[in-house]
């Protein structure tokens, strides 16, 4: 009889049963599956059972909108977004809720940018068009385009992303079904998901973090960050923290920002904006470096008051920050630790603990993706990115948990976020110096 690989491997972990495999990866059974598995299909079970009752809520809310049918101002700060100012405008015009403004701020571009918003402007597609001559950052450039909102609300969107008919509609909608609600994230998806190995990975990830996660995280009252491609805000209340601060993670801030003024976060699943996501690896790692260093720059420095008990302290924000901090910079610590004891103890059998390891991850990723595309009206387009669920555990497990910890260290250690050429040097030494 000829044995193989298999009947080895099989042979090991039968004879050294689920306690082995306990030992092996506690990691994963004791940390990760009960936070990104059970609690989701828990809380979205939840989520679907109320689906009828929500409904019927979201209707009248619905109603409410068009009666008052009040203005909505669109802020859409960038720099060098001229390939993609169009295809924003065009979705913009064609939205079912038409009582809107559209205000463009040219944050100093040196491509066809302010060309072409001069051309929208002049046939009316846009309501105002705004440039900075010298690149001021992003915040300054939403912080000008507040200054001429007259709308109740405002919605802030990245120039390179579109959105679905309704979209607009439906982010706005969650303010009138609860009075409480400062601020409303929607559910940004990639757009360019077939362009390259690296689009199609990140679009798994968002639909995995975004369009599920973010349900989650607002059903617990956890949500902490409404994301700069596409989030909406109460005017009222942006105007009563003054704007967005530099960044970079200013939308991740400026929600922070909001929730301990006392506001309810809201998600909006329904309303879609599709984005454009960085298409090689190397752009890939320095915006997600960028995003991680805000990670430390805020959640530790900046807002360390939410983790200190006051007259003040609100427990659902320091969870809600605490758990962003916990999954992301101490479990990451927690996982080279865990890395090095299993190799160095078992490193006669990585052969059979490695296949095992993609087993139970790629089976963890298999199911989280079934439950995304049972919550997407997009699912036959989205189907077919299950062809890289087997390399999201590289994607997740390595890629993404060795950049992040790159950038943890960068910004602990030198504060890099402040010499990050995403922002003007000018302005980031101002908010290194005002502690922003």
Same mark, same amino acid.
Request: hydrophobic content about 45%; glycine content about 6%.
């Given at each position: 009889?000829?044995?193989?690989?298999?009947?080895?491997?099989?042979?090991?972990?039968?004879?050294?049963?689920?306690?082995?495999?306990?030992?092996?990866?506690?990691?994963?059974?004791?940390?990760?599956?009960?936070?990104?598995?059970i609690?989701?299909?828990?809380?979205?079970?939840?989520?679907y059972?109320?689906?009828?009752?929500?409904?019927?809520?979201?209707?009248e809310?619905?109603?409410?909108?068009?009666?008052e049918?009040?203005?909505?101002s669109?802020?859409v700060?960038?720099?060098?977004?001229?390939?993609?100012?169009?295809?924003?405008?065009d979705s913009?015009?064609?939205?079912? @809720?038409?009582n %809107?403004?559209? #205000? *463009?701020v040219d944050d100093?571009?040196?491509?066809?940018?302010?060309? =072409?918003? $001069?051309?929208?402007?002049?046939?009316g597609?846009?309501?105002?068009?705004l440039?900075?001559?010298?690149?001021?950052?992003?915040?300054?450039?939403a912080?000008?385009?507040?200054?001429y909102?007259?709308?109740?609300?405002?919605?802030?969107?990245?120039?390179?992303?579109?959105?679905?008919?309704?979209?607009?509609?439906?982010?706005?909608?969650?303010?009138?079904?609860?009075?409480?609600?400062g601020?409303?994230?929607?559910?940004?998806?990639?757009?360019?998901?077939?362009?390259?190995?690296?689009?199609?990975?990140?679009a798994?990830?968002?639909l995995?973090?975004i369009?599920?996660?973010?349900?989650?995280?607002? @059903?617990?009252? %956890?949500?902490? #960050? *409404?994301?700069?491609?596409?989030?909406?805000?109460?005017k009222?209340? =942006?105007? $009563?923290?003054?704007?967005?601060?530099?960044?970079?993670?200013l939308?991740?801030?400026?929600?922070?920002?909001?929730?301990?003024?006392?506001?309810?976060?809201a998600?909006?699943?329904?309303?879609v904006?599709?984005?454009?996501?960085?298409?090689?690896?190397?752009?890939?790692?320095?915006?997600?470096l960028?995003?991680?260093?805000?990670?430390?720059?805020?959640r530790?420095?900046?807002?360390?008051?939410?983790?200190?008990?006051?007259a003040?302290?609100n427990?659902?924000?320091?969870?809600?920050?605490?758990?962003?901090?916990?999954?992301?910079?101490i479990?990451?610590?927690?996982?080279?630790?865990?890395?090095?004891?299993?190799?160095?103890?078992?490193?006669?059998?990585?052969?059979?603990?490695?296949?095992l390891?993609?087993? =139970?991850?790629?089976?963890?990723?298999?199911?989280?993706?079934?439950?995304?595309?049972?919550?997407?009206?997009?699912?036959?387009?989205?189907a077919?990115?299950?062809?890289?669920?087997?390399?999201?555990?590289?994607?997740?497990g390595?890629?993404m948990?060795?950049?992040?910890?790159?950038?943890?260290?960068?910004?602990?250690?030198?504060?890099?976020?402040?010499?990050?050429?995403?922002?003007?040097?000018?302005?980031?030494?101002?908010?290194?110096?005002?502690?922003?």
């Amino acid at each position: 009889m000829i044995y193989t690989f298999w009947d080895d491997f099989f042979w090991y972990w039968y004879s050294n049963g689920f306690e082995k495999v306990f030992y092996i990866f506690w990691y994963f059974f004791l940390l990760e599956a009960p936070r990104f598995l059970i609690m989701d299909m828990v809380v979205l079970f939840a989520f679907y059972r109320s689906r009828r009752k929500r409904k019927q809520i979201y209707e009248e809310a619905r109603q409410k909108l068009y009666f008052e049918n009040p203005l909505i101002s669109l802020l859409v700060p960038g720099k060098n977004e001229g390939a993609h100012i169009y295809k924003l405008v065009d979705s913009i015009n064609k939205q079912t @809720y038409s009582n %809107i403004e559209v #205000i *463009i701020v040219d944050d100093g571009s040196d491509d066809d940018t302010p060309i =072409i918003c $001069r051309s929208l402007l002049k046939n009316g597609l846009i309501d105002v068009f705004l440039r900075n001559e010298v690149r001021g950052g992003k915040a300054s450039a939403a912080n000008l385009a507040l200054r001429y909102a007259k709308g109740k609300y405002v919605v802030h969107l990245d120039a390179d992303t579109s959105f679905d008919s309704e979209a607009i509609e439906k982010i706005i909608v969650p303010f009138y079904i609860d009075p409480t609600v400062g601020a409303v994230g929607g559910n940004v998806k990639v757009r360019n998901q077939d362009e390259s190995i690296a689009t199609s990975l990140q679009a798994v990830e968002y639909l995995q973090t975004i369009s599920v996660g973010r349900i989650v995280t607002a @059903y617990l009252g %956890i949500y902490k #960050i *409404i994301s700069g491609a596409f989030g909406a805000f109460r005017k009222d209340v =942006i105007d $009563r923290i003054g704007g967005w601060d530099i960044g970079p993670g200013l939308d991740g801030d400026i929600t922070v920002k909001i929730r301990k003024l006392g506001y309810t976060i809201a998600f909006e699943p329904d309303a879609v904006g599709l984005t454009s996501v960085p298409g090689t690896f190397k752009r890939l790692t320095n915006q997600r470096l960028r995003w991680s260093k805000s990670l430390i720059r805020f959640r530790m420095r900046k807002h360390v008051d939410i983790y200190k008990p006051q007259a003040s302290f609100n427990f659902s924000n320091f969870f809600a920050i605490f758990e962003n901090l916990f999954f992301n910079v101490i479990l990451d610590i927690i996982w080279f630790f865990y890395m090095v004891t299993i190799i160095v103890n078992n490193v006669d059998h990585l052969g059979f603990i490695i296949p095992l390891k993609i087993m =139970i991850y790629g089976t963890a990723s298999f199911i989280q993706f079934l439950i995304v595309l049972a919550l997407s009206d997009r699912w036959r387009t989205e189907a077919k990115l299950l062809l890289y669920i087997p390399l999201m555990m590289v994607y997740n497990g390595y890629y993404m948990r060795i950049v992040r910890t790159l950038a943890y260290t960068k910004e602990i250690f030198f504060y890099s976020s402040y010499n990050d050429p995403w922002n003007p040097a000018k302005s980031s030494a101002k908010a290194k110096e005002y502690g922003l």
